[in-house]
């Protein structure tokens, strides 16, 4: 069940024959991930690329003050990394921590460079997700300047509904940017 679902998840983004996805089944791993766990936390180095098969993750920064910043949340179907991290091999700047009970299959990120030479598409696929985790972090950062509150919201909850279902709007608010006050004033004018 579990490779048949993340090789459709796989699919999504290029095709791989049966021969390639063998060789690609061969480096995937599965995990399990309980509500509260950290699968990365900020100060190591990201070494691996997961795909969340079920469940929901939180991104965040724990700031000077002690606080949680929230910068981002994956669901099913969602590919989660630090690029920076993982790629420059450096301390991460954030934790990703699971919001809900997670499985992911993931790929180490020394497997992942072996795969780029032995099956050509599996190249295809980690440029189309490096290009995508791109331009969601400029959309985020242009959002963040020119929107209103009320319009990030509203976007927000056109784009991720499952978002104000399964996740505190503590960390909605927080990742929108406003206060958990100003919210719910938002949430109240509808």
């Known amino acids: 069940m579990n490779f048949e679902l993340t090789k459709r998840y796989f ?3 290029t095709s791989f024959s049966e021969n390639e996805w063998k060789t690609i089944s061969s480096y995937i791993h599965f995990k399990t991930i309980a509500r509260g766990e950290i699968l990365l936390q900020q ?3 990201c070494k691996s690329i997961y795909l969340i098969l079920s469940g929901a993750l939180i991104y965040y920064k724990i700031t000077d003050k002690g606080e949680e910043a929230t910068t981002d949340f994956a669901f099913e179907g969602d590919w989660v990394t630090d690029n920076r991290s993982r790629l420059s091999e450096t301390p991460a700047h954030l934790n990703i921590k699971a919001w809900e009970d997670t499985e992911v299959a993931f790929i180490q ?8 030479n032995e099956v050509p598409r599996m190249e ?3 440029r189309i997700l490096v290009e995508g985790a791109y331009v969601k972090l400029v959309q985020r950062s242009v959002d963040l300047q ?3 509150a009320e319009e990030r ?3 927000l909850s056109a784009e991720y509904p499952q978002a104000f279902l399964r ?7 927080n990742y929108l ?3 958990p006050k100003s919210l719910s004033r938002i949430r109240n004018k509808k």
Request: aromatic share 12%; net charge positive; charged share 20%.
């Open 109 to 116: 990120q020394k497997d992942l460079e072996v795969l780029f």
């Open 11 to 13: 699919q999504k983004y």
């Open 177 to 179: 940017g406003i206060a």
């Open 43 to 45: 100060d190591h180095i």
């Open 124 to 126: 295809r696929l980690g």
């Open 146 to 148: 020119i929107l209103s």
């Open 153 to 155: 919201y509203q976007k």
């Open 167 to 173: 996740l505190p709007l503590y960390h909605l608010a």
